[in-house]
């Protein structure tokens, strides 16, 4: 599969977005089904994965993490943050309170936050 440059990351062209395996449009897919999903995008060529806390909630994030984990190396893996309380409070603490968990679900293989937090908020 070809391979496109996001920043610095070097990525598939084709990305994998988990947000329906855990109910977001019908009810959840059934956790091995997501697995295996997630890891036939991978066998395809696919190292570009998209989650979120909102997911399920939660339950998304640990979904990619252990389908993702034996080959966690190999791929990146994009998450936000925010979209549940305290989505409002945008101070440097809260951010990387909420980053240290999506960090703990998905796995010891997150290597760094992008923060797009709201600049007109102090941190």
Known sequence: MKTRKLGALEVSEIGAGAMSISANYGPAAPKDQGIATLRTAFEKGVTF??????YGPYTNEELVGEALAPFRDKVRI????GGLPPRSDTRAKVRIRLFSTSRRRLGDGTE????RGDRRVSA
């Not at 994965?49 to 909102?54: I, P």
């Open 49 to 54: 994965f998209d989650t979120a806390e909102v």
């Open 78 to 81: 994009a998450t936000k943050f």
């Open 112 to 115: 760094r936050q992008i923060d």
